[in-house]
């Protein structure tokens, strides 16, 4: 199996561009400067997460499941592979109302202490 391609130089952490493909089947080559795509810009882990993501169709609580974390923390990893492949997050200005009711969920189901959610409350942003 062909070493994986990496997008950023080892040295100085720049961004690198493909400079030669080759044809295994005929040996075609052809050289040029061709960029690597978007999810080349994306971190193992952040591909780890959108991998998981696609095979859970979507579905926040099975991500929640498979990957062991919160909500809040679901939609934060969603919200940093939307900005790494280059488009605005639009989820941005309702994180605070997103943690506040995520808060409120946790205590709800008896997860965390009310004395725990005043606190946690007290130091979110009202909305």
């Known amino acids: 199996m062909a070493n994986p391609v990496i997008a950023r130089c080892p040295i100085c952490a720049d961004a690198l561009t493909v400079a ?5 089947g005929c040996g075609t080559r ?4 061709f960029a690597l795509g978007r999810f080349h810009q994306l971190s193992a882990e952040q591909l780890e997460f959108l991998e998981t993501f696609i095979k859970a169709r979507g579905n926040f609580k099975d991500v929640e499941r498979e990957l062991g974390m919160s909500y809040p923390t679901v939609r934060s990893r969603l919200d ?6 280059g488009f ?3 989820a941005e200005p309702d ?3 997103e943690r506040r ?7 709800a189901e008896g997860r965390i202490a009310p004395d725990d959610a005043a606190s946690l409350l007290e ?4 909305s």
């Open 20 to 24: 030669r493909l080759e044809c295994a």
């Open 101 to 107: 009711k995520e808060i409120l969920r946790e205590l």
């Open 123 to 126: 130091r979110e942003p009202a």
């Open 88 to 90: 605005p997050s639009q």
């Open 95 to 97: 994180r605070e109302a």
């Open 30 to 33: 052809i050289e040029g400067s």
């Open 80 to 85: 940093a592979v939307i900005r790494a492949l």
